[in-house]
């Protein structure tokens, strides 16, 4: 499975855009592709219309949980890189990636580059 973060999902939903491209090359090639329930809850917060929703919702299927092994990665994550503010997402993001041991598509691979030493693997974009 491929985790998919908030911005590379928003990316890829823009028909023609490199993001696009990659996805429908991973579903061709079978590839499962999922979300977090905290990169879900980033996406509905839009702005993004009900067919996005609709759209997103069939290529990641129901979002990987949330729950205490991924809370408690996630806090170590945060306060292992610096407690910076508004990088919790990011902290949870990546501990339900690297706890489903998925790599993650992300627009932003300065951002989640910091989890490499905790295990993240970055998906080729």
């Known amino acids: 499975?491929?985790?998919?973060?908030?911005?590379?999902?928003?990316?890829?939903?823009?028909?023609?855009?490199?993001?696009?491209?990659?996805?429908?090359?991973?579903?061709?090639?079978?590839?499962?592709?999922?979300?977090?329930?905290?990169?879900?809850?980033?996406?509905?917060?839009?702005?993004?219309?009900?067919?996005?929703?609709?759209?997103?919702?069939r290529i990641v299927g129901d979002p990987v949980a949330f729950a205490a092994a991924e809370a408690e990665l996630a806090a170590r994550l945060f306060n292992e890189t610096g407690r910076r503010r508004g990088s919790l997402a990011d902290c949870m993001i990546a501990a339900t990636a690297i706890g489903a041991r998925a790599p993650l598509a992300t627009a932003n691979p300065r951002d989640f580059g910091r989890f490499a030493r905790a295990g993240l693997v970055l998906a080729g974009a």
């Open 1 to 57: 499975m491929i985790h998919l973060d908030t911005s590379w999902l928003v990316l890829a939903l823009a028909r023609g855009s490199a993001a696009d491209r990659r996805l429908r090359a991973w579903l061709r090639e079978g590839r499962e592709l999922g979300i977090s329930a905290v990169g879900w809850a980033e996406f509905l917060c839009g702005p993004i219309g009900p067919e996005a929703i609709e759209l997103a919702a």
